[in-house]
Nanobody, 124 residues
């Protein structure tokens, strides 16, 4: 089993930054892919980013390109989502999920473990 703990959300003004963390514990050697997605009230779940834990490769949705970036701390089994130049439309609950295989799938069904969400609110 793998447990994921998401933290780092909060309230920020437009143009500001936040860093989200997705810390994994348990059988972390099983993890190949980390997946960030978000869900705003009344909207469908939206893919944000996919991160390959082994290679460090990342894929991001167009709306966050150039503003969001991903990094990892291997010693802490943690992946970070650095969010800069935040916009009101980035307001959502952000989640991370993990897959025990390499994948670029954007479907939540492809992921095996889920963390709880963290609220990100960007005021205009």
């Amino acid at each position: 089993q793998v447990q994921l703990l998401v933290s780092g959300g909060g309230l920020v003004q437009a143009g500001g930054s936040l860093r989200l963390s997705c810390a994994s514990s348990g059988r972390t050697f099983n993890i190949f892919t980390l997946f960030w997605f978000r869900q705003a009230p009344g909207k469908a779940r939206e893919f944000v980013s996919i991160f390959n834990w082994i290679t460090g490769s990342a894929l991001q949705t167009d709306s966050v390109q150039g503003r969001f970036s991903i990094s990892k701390n291997t010693a802490k089994n943690t992946v970070y989502l650095q969010m800069n130049s935040l916009r009101p439309e980035d307001t959502a609950v952000y989640y991370c999920a993990a897959a025990t295989k390499p994948t670029w799938a954007r479907s939540p069904g492809a992921y095996d473990y889920w963390g709880q969400g963290t609220q990100v609110t960007v005021s205009s």
